[in-house]
RNA sequence: GCGGAUGUAGCUCAGGGGUUAGAGCGCCUGACUGUGGCUCAGGAGGUCGUGGGUUCAAGACCCAUCUUCCGCCCCA
């Protein structure tokens, strides 16, 4: 019998492990520069939770959602994603009592019930921060330029910055309307599925790549058209200071985002080195979210990337990340010297240096070959006539010099 | 959720009804009695994705199902 794993979901293998932990690496210590603490919250979480974070769009959220009943009845939910558990973790906590500020960071996975394909899995992961109870354009330009330091970071060059707001709610109600009226003339001919989905969020009609939807919507005023003199204020604050932060980006009137918690900043980095999923991250202000959870009146700002996608992109553009090796292999004549090279191996990683040797017995020069294939920067070889002296053979690996050292100086001499 | 492909050795793939299913790379052993990469020789390794069906005979043909990949959709 052979037992696989859940559809939609990948092994992480050695191969790409080491990858993994650097970029977890990455973001770990970039955050930290920035005062952002770790949050772990369950992958387990009420439905409610979801369907009452993701506002209007909670029929369309909830069709990408992992939801099952347990043995209690209830619906349970997998997160699709980190911010409304972090937020649900945040106001159960009081971790951010009104007049405060709170900077979280997550390593999370979650899962969405969508046809897997290529960079998109039912179980994903995702790195995210929030920076919790600011309402400062300072603060969305922080998130953003954390973001763009990450990927930086990371190596990857093909990278832009979609950036856009979405007003706050009052005007976006006033927008959709305005959407809704401009595309009537399409609408009237479409099937009644298409039109219900419309008028549940009008704004995805601006992001739709369908070239009926987009020839229909030409010409129609882009948001700020409709914004409030505060919402354009802090809009301009925020490109200044991106501008001031090195931070190029791009004006995308049809990023609008698929949850509908965001309220004003809302932005992409997308990638041009992978296919169809080329969004890395998403992210935006949400100053309504933990209100209509049930916390205080708190406006935060956060944003979510997806490792895979990193890693994917990392790939594509040929970034190489050193792979951890051993620094010696110990090599032994047979049973001999074994307990003398066990003593040596256990030295030698006391004293911190990653070391293998043989376990199976084999051949000296099958021992050597290990030792190659390991990566290992040297060989230190134990047979019958070093332990007679006292020597151990030290070979690099790289150059095939090989010299006689003192067992008891192998330490010192490795420490050059 | 929709459309199109795909699945044979650890990896990349050939075989398109007829004995015991192949290649290259990788792996193991030896040539080389204590020394890796090169060369040569030998060897191990396969429920031909899974379940049904057609046939004297199925890896191959038919049906179903699952996987992966490419679009759509959606987004991480």
Redesign the pocket.
């Known amino acids: 019998?052979?037992y696989?794993?859940?559809?939609?979901?990948?092994d992480v293998l050695p191969s790409t492990a080491y990858r993994w932990q650097n970029l977890e690496r990455t973001f770990s210590e970039l955050v930290h520069q920035y005062g952002y603490q770790e949050i772990r919250t369950p992958i387990f979480e009420d439905t409610d939770l979801f369907i009452r974070s993701s506002g209007e769009?909670s029929d369309?959220v909830s069709k990408?959602m992992y939801s099952f009943l347990d043995k209690g009845e209830r619906s349970i939910t997998l997160k699709p994603?980190g911010t409304a558990p972090a937020m649900r973790a945040v106001i159960e906590n009081s971790l951010c009592p009104p007049g405060t500020v709170q900077r979280l960071y997550y390593i999370t996975p979650?899962f969405?019930?969508?046809?897997?394909?290529?960079?998109?899995?039912?179980q994903?992961?995702?790195v995210g921060l929030e920076l919790i109870g600011s309402a400062s354009s300072t603060a969305d330009a922080e998130v953003i330029e954390i973001t763009v330091r990450f990927y930086e970071a990371l190596g990857i060059k093909n990278v832009q910055v979609l950036l856009n707001t979405l007003g706050r709610s009052e005007c976006r109600a006033k927008y959709r309307d305005a959407i809704l009226e401009y595309a009537q003339p399409y609408l009237k001919d479409q099937p009644e599925e298409v039109r219900a989905k419309a008028e549940k969020n009008p704004l995805?009609l601006l992001?739709?790549?369908?070239p009926e939807v987009q020839e229909a919507l030409k010409g129609c005023p882009p948001v700020t058209d409709y914004l409030e003199d505060e919402s354009k204020r802090r809009f301009d604050e925020l490109q200044a200071l991106l501008t001031e932060a090195k931070v190029a980006y791009v004006i995308s009137p049809d990023i609008?985002?698929?949850?509908d918690y965001y309220t004003e900043t809302v932005f992409?980095?997308?990638s041009t080195s992978i296919?169809?999923?080329?969004?890395?991250?998403?992210?935006g202000r949400y100053d309504d979210l933990i209100q209509e959870l049930g916390g205080a009146s708190t406006p935060s700002v956060g944003v979510?990337?997806?490792?895979?996608?990193?890693l994917m992109v990392q790939e594509a553009e040929g970034i190489e990340i050193d792979e951890p090796k051993p620094d010696v292999f110990v090599?032994s004549?047979?049973p001999s010297t074994a307990r003398a090279t066990r003593e040596l191996v256990t030295t030698l990683r006391n004293n911190g240096y990653a070391t293998l040797l043989d376990i199976?017995a084999?051949?000296?020069?099958?021992?050597?070959?290990?030792?190659?294939?390991s990566g290992a920067r040297y060989?230190a070889?134990?047979?019958?006539?070093?332990?007679?002296n006292g020597t151990v053979?030290l070979?690099?690996?790289?150059?095939?010099e090989?010299r006689s050292v003192p067992l008891s100086e192998i330490v010192s001499v490795l420490k050059k």
């Open positions: 019998m052979k696989k794993a859940q559809r939609g979901t990948q769009t369309i990408q994603e979650i969405r019930y969508e046809r897997p394909q290529k960079g998109r899995y039912r994903a992961h995702q995805r992001d739709s790549k369908d609008v985002r698929g949850l992409e980095v997308q296919g169809a999923q080329s969004a890395l991250c998403g992210g979510a990337m997806g490792i895979e996608r990193a090599v004549a047979g199976d084999r051949s000296m020069k099958s021992q050597l070959k290990q030792a190659d294939k060989a070889i134990l047979g019958d006539d070093e332990l007679a053979t070979r690099d690996m790289g150059s095939s090989q």
